[in-house]
Structures are given as C-alpha cells and as structure tokens.
T-cell receptor, first 111, second 112 residues
Framework: KQEVTQIPAALSVPEGENLVLNCSFT??????LQWFRQDPGKGLTSLLL?????REQTSGRLNASLDKSSGRSTLYIAASQPGDSATYLC??????????FGAGTQVVVTP | NAGVTQTPKFQVLKTGQSMTLQCAQD?????MYWYRQDPGMGLRLIYY???????DKGEVPNGYNVSRLNKREFSLRLESAAPSQTSVYFC???????????FGPGTRLTVT
C-alpha cells in the first residue's frame, strides 16, 4: 500500500530564506506527483505537476524535483515571502488516477 | 472561467437526514473526484468518475452515493447522515484520469 510522508510537519522561516519541503513515498510505481498549497479554511491550489518521466518542474519561484528510484520529491521555494505561509501538500497519482496525499507541511514565513 | 464550483459552502444536518452535495466544472474535464478531509486523516478519496457515465469507489465509499449527471456535474449524496460524516468535502476534476487535479473550494458539513 502506498504511503506518503512529509517532513517536517511544520516549518518557520524568516522572510527571504529559501524553503525546502520534503515528500517521500513507498511505492515507486507512480504515474505523476502533484504539489498543492492550502490556505486555512480554503481549498487546494495546484502548484506543480511532475510527470513520472520528468526529473523536475519549475514555475516562477517554485521548483520541484522527483527521484522515483529513491521515492522522494522536494519542493523548493526561493526567497520566501509572508504570503507563502500556508500548508503544502504532496500527492502521488497512481495509474488509475487516485491521489494519495501526505499529511502536509505547515509553513510560516515571518516578516 | 470558474473552474470547479461546489454548493453549498456550509451545511448542518441532524443524524439521519439526507442531502446532496453538488459539484460542477467548466474546464471540459473527463474525470471528477470526491474527497473528504479530516484532521489527522488527511484527504481521502470517496468516489471518482473516470468519464461521463462511469463511477467507481475510492478509499472510503461507505455511506455515500454519487451520480455523474453529465460531463460537467458530479454529485455526492448522503442518504442517512451520521456524525462520522462530519468533514470538509472537496470535489476535483482532471482532464484525464492520471492528470493534474483541480479542486473546488469545499463544503463544510457538520452532522449533529
């Protein structure tokens, strides 16, 4: 059974520092991996999708890497801002489309 | 272009009452999903629909039914609500079954 783990569970950094969020999964037979952001009381916003054939994906200040063989993905957020404060979730997508979520990393960026 | 919309945003039910949560997407996506989010349990898949006319069970389908009314709409029905169904319910859609999923704003349901 696929298990997705996100470490750390919470992270606090001063504004301007780079953020590094980790996601690990136990079954490397994934189709895609997706990173989301969730603000308190809100829905999930898709940040990046990495296909299983890709090693990384970039969007603005965000960069996500994927190493299927070791079962890991890392989300980097450069030059963090207070507006980046949120919970970040990773999810692996199986061949039939099921998203298996990690528990998330709660990020606080202090001014 | 509204993306994925859900109604209602909030609902309080008494045990045993029934209700239907509505979801619609305007992105011409083939696949749609219903999830529930609970503290300490994360997000879990209830049902999904790979394409119009098909539905399949996810991880936690007991106590729920779904209808894929057309390509745009996917509803979730609670026939006899129980306190264990108190949760936040999210609908999502994707262009293909393995593709990027887009989520609605959620419905916060309390069953007393």
């Amino acid at each position: 059974k696929q298990e997705v783990t996100q470490i750390p569970a919470a992270l606090s950094v001063p504004e301007g520092e780079n953020l590094v969020l980790n996601c690990s999964f136990t079954d490397s037979a994934i189709y895609n991996l997706q990173w989301f952001r969730q603000d308190p009381g809100k829905g999930l916003t898709s940040l990046l999708l990495i296909q299983s054939s890709q090693r990384e994906q970039t969007s603005g200040r965000l960069n996500a890497s994927l190493d299927k063989s070791s079962g890991r993905s890392t989300l980097y957020i450069a030059a963090s801002q207070p507006g980046d404060s949120a919970t970040y979730l990773c999810a692996v997508i199986s061949s039939w489309g099921k998203l298996q979520f990690g528990a998330g990393t709660q990020v606080v960026v202090t001014p | 272009n509204a993306g994925v919309t859900q109604t209602p945003k909030f609902q309080v039910l008494k045990t045993g009452q029934s209700m239907t949560l509505q979801c619609a997407q305007d992105m011409n996506h083939n696949s749609m999903y219903w999830y529930r989010q609970d503290p300490g349990m994360g997000l879990r898949l209830i049902y999904y629909s790979a394409s119009e006319g098909t539905t399949d069970k996810g991880e936690v389908p007991n106590g729920y039914n779904v209808s894929r009314l057309n390509k745009r709409e996917f509803s979730l029905r609670l026939e006899s609500a129980a306190p264990s169904q108190t949760s936040v319910y999210f609908c999502a859609s994707s262009g293909e079954l393995q593709g990027e999923q887009y989520f609605g704003p959620g419905t916060r349901l309390t069953v007393t």
